[in-house]
């Protein structure tokens, strides 16, 4: 009797059999160093490809990112009510529910195994899980736009770009205690001339000052962008820790459904309407026609940013998606050019571009391909 079949299972002779598994003296299937070999170079490929898809997500980011800074910029003045704004954008998200249910039920039977099966739709995160950590995002998310949206009336967009790349800095920042970052003094020095560069090129003599007459108040606004940012980076974090895992077969859809769940959680944000309202922080007032196209469109184009910051985090960590959207400020100043705006930067706004641009280079290289 051949070895490697049981009478169970008897060998068909039609079989082909090219590595000699059915025969008496079986050969191995590869050696240890061939199958070492293999194992490391498909590490290499998962790398790659994994690298690769993170790159198109963050360059999806930074087109997503302008769009919606020069959307949001121009519905300000038509429709000033940022909160409203930013509740109707992220309420938006819940429909991407609708995108992973057809895919699930595209894919998959109705009675398909539960969450940390294999083969489980759900991959390692059950409903409970996401309700729990979509609840909380969708509050820290919500700020986070709703004080990126005043900060926008009262600074010019390159600039407001600017204090935004400062994210990574917090993202280390909370990447050490919480996803175990290592700390050298490179790191440090990257992190202080990072904020070395925003500070001049939000508060520079002429750096990032407007000739826009709706823009005052310019302190405040870049107050609320660091607000902003530090939440964002919170964000991201979080979303890393609580909400992904390196061995979830669907990760991409996933991301979908645990957006889509913001989207749901953000209706625990509603009492904040009459709450603002009444004690005169905000007023409410229906969007016109008009606005709401804009708010719709902007909707779209926070999704798409929202959606390609969650799969590039996946495939990659959040500090290598912080350090790449560096390219968004001069994508902005880019863009303005190409709009006829002025150019609002001045000598101490691109000193401040530069250390923050070296500041991410240097914390790139340390971070070993973050």
Not at 103 to 110: I, Q, T
Request: some cysteine; glycine content about 10%.
């Amino acid at each position: 009797m051949a070895k490697g079949k049981s009478d169970a299972f008897p060998a068909n002779p039609n079989d082909e059999d090219p590595i000699g598994i059915n025969n008496d003296e079986a050969a191995p299937l590869l050696s240890p160093e061939k199958a070492t070999d293999n194992a490391k170079k498909g590490t290499r490929l998962g790398r790659v490809l994994a690298r690769a898809g993170g790159l198109f997500a963050v360059a999806l980011m930074i087109v997503s990112w302008i769009a919606t800074g020069e959307l949001v910029q121009g519905l300000t003045p038509e429709y000033p009510h940022p909160f409203a704004i930013c509740y109707f954008t992220r309420l938006g998200w819940s429909c991407l529910l609708a995108g992973w249910a057809v895919w699930r039920f595209g894919w998959f039977p109705l009675n398909a195994p539960p969450a940390t099966r294999p083969d489980s739709p759900l991959g390692p995160f059950g409903w409970g899980t996401y309700l729990k950590w979509a609840s909380i995002l969708s509050i820290v998310g919500l700020i986070s736009g709703w004080t990126w949206y005043i900060s926008l009336e009262h600074t010019p967009l390159p600039s407001n770009t600017a204090v935004y790349q400062t994210a990574p800095v917090f993202v280390f920042m909370l990447s050490v205690p919480l996803l175990g970052e290592k700390v050298t003094w490179v790191k440090v020095l990257s992190t202080i001339t990072c904020v070395a560069g925003a500070a001049l090129v939000s508060f520079g003599k002429g750096g990032g000052q407007s000739s826009d007459e709706h823009m005052t108040n310019q302190g405040f606004g870049f107050a609320m962008c660091f607000l902003s940012t530090i939440l964002y980076a919170t964000f991201e974090v979080t979303y890393k820790l609580k909400a992904t895992d390196s061995a979830d077969p669907v990760k991409i859809p996933n991301a979908f459904r645990f957006l889509g769940m913001i989207g749901v959680g953000v209706i625990l944000s509603t009492p904040m309407f009459p709450i603002l309202h009444y004690t005169g922080v905000e007023s409410f007032a229906w969007p016109n026609h008009s606005a709401l196209k804009l708010i719709l469109i902007n909707c779209v184009l926070d999704a798409v940013f929202n959606t390609s910051l969650l799969v590039a985090i996946m495939l990659t960590s959040p500090l290598f998606c912080s350090v790449a959207t560096v390219l968004t400020l001069p994508a902005s100043i880019l863009g303005n050019t190409l709009l006829g705006k002025p150019d609002d930067l001045h000598t101490e706004a691109y000193i401040g571009c530069v250390l923050i641009s070296l500041g991410f280079l240097a914390l790139t290289v340390v971070s070993g391909g973050h």
